[in-house]
Structures are given as structure tokens and as C-alpha cells.
């Protein structure tokens, strides 16, 4: 229990967002790099959250024309590169780079040396995935923190295996604080009849012109994600549309939500 408890807290700093000094995945805006370009270039396509917030689990794919997608964990990867953007696009997929974090810099993931499921926190994921351009240093890191030093093609499957337990977490997440803040701010603060003219092909375009255009007034990071989330899962109903039928997703939820009940009852 103690284990989950810890584990909940991490995730729901990790679906709200906090300030950067805050997170061990965060780096200052500016000590970050960012492969993708466009107003939308600082959040995952695939979820919204800010990049150098979750820097240290940030992986890339370059395409065939030279553009990169960039996503905050290996989570967003495996959901765009199995069932979203990039399904149908595997084959323009030149490469795929992650951060190694003992230098903050892009390296080819293909050759990186992962750490999986040491004690440092996970990014949209109960189990937590860093990455290292060197094997000793990977090693120290398991040494120091836990895990278990992996290749790239055992982390993807292992990200791959927990997709649907994850994404029962943060469906749990998001009814439980998320989408709810979202609704609020949305009522409250939001043009609706400006935003009803937004047209956005990623959930990263719809965070961008909502900030740009200031719709929703001023808002922080944590707030324009909440919105954002309100209105492309649950308005635009991507969440239900891409995961609705998935039983096991709702089951995890329904599990995730129970002990947060329980967690919460104990405090």
C-alpha cells in the first residue's frame, strides 16, 4: 500500500504538471532542446504536457522529411507509433532519439542503455524509464536507484506490456482532478464561440492556440493542460472515441480510482 501511495502521488504530479525545480524529469526551458518546430513545439503531440517538464523521459522521432515529433516518455512513443499519428507511418520513421540524462543531450535510442523501474518517478507510467547514452552509467544509476538496465527493443515492449495498465491510471487521473478542473476553467474563463472556430490536429496545436490567443485568459501550464484535456477528450471525445471500447483500460481505472478512495480515507 505504502508502494502505491507513492506511486499515485508520483502520477498525479505527473498528469496535474508542477513546477519545474519540483520534478526529478524537469530541466529550465531554456537548458532544453526541442527537435520539433511550430507554435505548438513545447508539448507532446500525443498528450499535451509540457517537454521540458518531463525532459529527462523526452524521445523524438525524426521523419523522412527532416521533421521531428517530440514526446514527453516512451509512453506517448509506443501509443503514436501502435495506435495513433505514426500506425500508418512506420516507414517514415528515419530514427528515433531519447535524452540520455547524464548529459541532457538527444542520442539514438536504438543504441541507449535504459534503466526500467528504478525508484525515480515515471513519466504517464507506473514504471519509470531513463535512458543513457553510456552502459557504465546506466549501471550506476540501477546501482543507486533500482531497476533493471535494458536495450531499446525491451523497454519498448515493456512500455509496450504496461500501455493498458497505464492508461487506466491516468484515465483514473484525469476523471479523478483533471478533466474536472478543465470543465470549470472552460465555463468560467473560456470564449467558447472562439474556441468552437479552433481547428486543431493534435491536442499540442489546441494547447498553442489557446495560449496564443488567450480564449481562456491567463493561464499557467498546469491550468492550459487541464482545459486542453477537457476539451479534446472530453468536448472533441478523443478520449472515447481512440479508448471507449476498452474494457481493461476501464477496469484498471475503476482499480486505480478505488485505491486513491482508500488512500485518501487513510490520510
Known amino acids: 500500500m505504502k508502494k502505491l501511495k507513492m506511486v499515485l502521488a508520483v502520477m498525479l504530479i505527473g498528469v496535474v504538471g508542477m513546477h519545474a525545480q519540483e520534478m526529478f524529469q524537469s530541466v529550465p526551458e531554456k537548458e532544453a532542446t526541442l527537435l520539433q518546430s511550430g507554435k505548438e513545439k513545447l508539448y507532446c503531440p500525443n498528450c499535451g504536457m509540457n517537454l521540458p517538464k518531463y525532459y529527462k523521459t523526452s524521445h523524438a522521432v525524426e521523419l523522412a522529411d527532416g521533421t521531428h515529433r ?142 496564443d490567443s488567450k480564449t481562456c485568459g491567463e493561464l499557467d501550464d498546469m491550468q492550459l493542460q487541464a482545459v486542453s484535456l477537457h476539451i479534446w477528450d472530453q468536448k472533441l471525445g478523443n478520449f472515447e472515441k481512440q479508448y471507449g471500447a476498452n474494457e481493461e483500460i476501464k477496469a484498471n481505472a475503476e482499480m486505480f480510482k478505488k485505491k486513491m478512495m482508500e488512500q485518501k480515507g487513510h490520510e
Open 70 to 211: 517530440q514526446y514527453c516518455s516512451i509512453h506517448c512513443l509506443v501509443e503514436e507509433m501502435e495506435m495513433g499519428y505514426l500506425r500508418d507511418k512506420k516507414e517514415s520513421v528515419k530514427s528515433i532519439k531519447v535524452v540520455d540524462i547524464a548529459s541532457n543531450q538527444f542520442t539514438d535510442a536504438k543504441k541507449a542503455f535504459y534503466v526500467v523501474g528504478s525508484k525515480k518517478p515515471g513519466t504517464m507510467t507506473m514504471t519509470s524509464k531513463y535512458a543513457f547514452a553510456q552502459k557504465a552509467q546506466a549501471e550506476e544509476f540501477a546501482s543507486q536507484n533500482g531497476g533493471t538496465v535494458m536495450n531499446f527493443n525491451e523497454t519498448y515492449k515493456t512500455a509496450v506490456s504496461d500501455f493498458t495498465k497505464d492508461m487506466g491510471m491516468l484515465l483514473a487521473m484525469k476523471s479523478s482532478k483533471m478533466w474536472q478542473m478543465g470543465e470549470k476553467l472552460y465555463n468560467e474563463k473560456c470564449d467558447k464561440a472562439k474556441i468552437e472556430t479552433f481547428h486543431a490536429h493534435s491536442i499540442a496545436t489546441l494547447k498553442s492556440m489557446i495560449r
